[in-house]
């Protein structure tokens, strides 16, 4: 089965500074790698997600970059914002929704004001 | 903002009651689940559903069980609680024949005295 890692489990970053948290994924089938947010007392939200077939996908100050070569993708927040301060989740799956999401392990994003 | 609803919010209960957490969504999704939340923020699927009469166990052994009578409504329930059952409960659903995004409740925090 699928086994996704990530890196690090805590974060701390200046208002301003750019975060970038990683994960890795062991089934080279895998083709679908979503990231989620949670803030405290919610359930995760998807922020964004990318699909094999590119390498890189922005939306405003997110960005996802992914290797398929090297089974890896990361996440990256520009000119974070108190707001971003949350729990972030990677995940990897085959590309239909009849299989499962494998979660990676959370990181707690805190930025510092 | 997910269609996705879950309740209660809190519980708190003593040891050996039954209790039953509900979760709804109104998105016509076919498959839905049930993960749940350490402290430690880690993702553990407990429990997953294709669609009517259709129930699944998920990676984390669970001694709750689930029961899918109609399509919007995936309630769990533990026959007898314990003070080891105490945690966070999310659900979530997706639509099969999409890619996988998943949408989730809120949450249900399960205190066991």
């Known amino acids: 089965g699928e086994n996704v890692e990530q890196h690090p489990s805590t974060l701390s970053v200046q208002e301003g500074d750019s975060a970038v948290i990683k994960c890795t994924y062991s089934d080279s089938a895998s083709n679908y790698f979503p990231w989620y947010k949670q803030e405290l007392g919610k359930g995760p939200q998807l922020i964004i997600d990318?699909?094999?077939?590119?390498g890189e996908k922005k939306d405003q100050r997110i960005a996802v970059t992914l290797n398929k070569t090297a089974k890896h993708f990361s996440l990256h927040i520009t000119e974070t914002q108190p707001e971003d301060s949350a729990v972030y989740f990677c995940?990897?799956?085959?590309?239909?929704?009849?299989?499962?999401?494998?979660f990676g392990t959370g990181t707690r994003l805190t930025v510092i004001p | 903002e997910a269609d996705i609803y879950q309740t209660p919010r809190y519980l708190v209960i003593g040891t050996g009651k039954k209790i039953t957490l509900e979760c709804s969504q109104t998105m016509g999704h076919d498959k839905m689940y049930w993960y749940q939340q350490d402290p430690g923020m880690e993702l553990h699927l407990i429990h997953y559903?294709?669609?009517?009469?259709?129930?699944e166990k998920g990676d984390l052994s669970s001694e709750s069980t689930v029961s899918r009578i109609r399509t919007e409504h995936f309630p769990l329930t533990l026959e007898s609680a314990r003070p080891s059952h105490t945690s966070q409960y999310l659900c979530?659903?997706?639509?099969?024949?999409?890619?996988?995004?998943?949408?989730f409740g809120p949450g249900t925090r399960l205190t066991v005295l």
């Open positions: 979530a659903s997706s639509q099969v024949s999409s890619y996988n995004e998943q949408f």
């Open positions: 559903s294709y669609g009517v009469n259709s129930t």
């Open positions: 990318i699909r094999s077939n590119v």
């Open positions: 995940a990897a799956s085959k590309r239909t929704g009849a299989n499962n999401l494998f």
